[in-house]
């Protein structure tokens, strides 16, 4: 089996698809997570590990649960895919998904919408998309979380 070809992998608020013509439409890409360290506070409710915050339902709305775009060429017969998001400080996954493409003709392009959850980011630092095909890393795109606790 041969290795696929990887077109495009983006981070995307919304992957929408036009009715009429199939094309897709990418809205709000992006590489960078914004995270603000909550601060100690008293009382009996539990409290989240060092370094994360409970958001609001307001926050979460606002935030939203992003969508992966993935376009691959050199698809012959159903291809097993493997796509994860890691922490790069010490190469923990924090989300993992498998998928399946389908194509039998190579000189076609396959396009991919994959919802996600919120991606979390219990610090600042850089973190991947990655894609993997047969354990073997076909790309990856970096997200920087970066603190605004200040800001």
Not at 68 to 90: C, G, K
Not at 121 to 146: C, F, K, Q
């Amino acid at each position: 089996m041969l290795k696929p070809t990887l077109q495009a992998l983006l981070l995307a608020d919304h992957v929408y698809q036009d009715k009429d013509t199939g094309k897709k439409i990418i809205a709000g890409t992006f590489n960078v997570l914004h995270v603000s360290p909550r601060k100690p506070t008293s009382g009996d409710a539990p409290q989240p590990a060092e370094g994360q915050r409970q958001m609001s339902v307001k926050e979460v709305r606002k935030v939203g649960s992003p969508t992966a775009f993935i376009s691959l060429t050199e698809i012959r017969e159903p291809t097993e895919l493997e796509l994860r998001y890691i922490d790069l400080s010490n190469n923990v996954v924090l989300i993992g998904a498998k998928l399946q493409v389908i194509c039998r003709d190579p000189l076609s392009t396959v396009e991919a919408i994959v919802s996600l959850p919120p991606l979390p980011a219990p610090h600042p630092g850089v973190y991947a998309l990655e894609l993997l095909w047969n354990d073997e890393l076909m790309g990856s795109l970096r997200i920087t979380a970066v603190d605004t606790s200040d800001s």
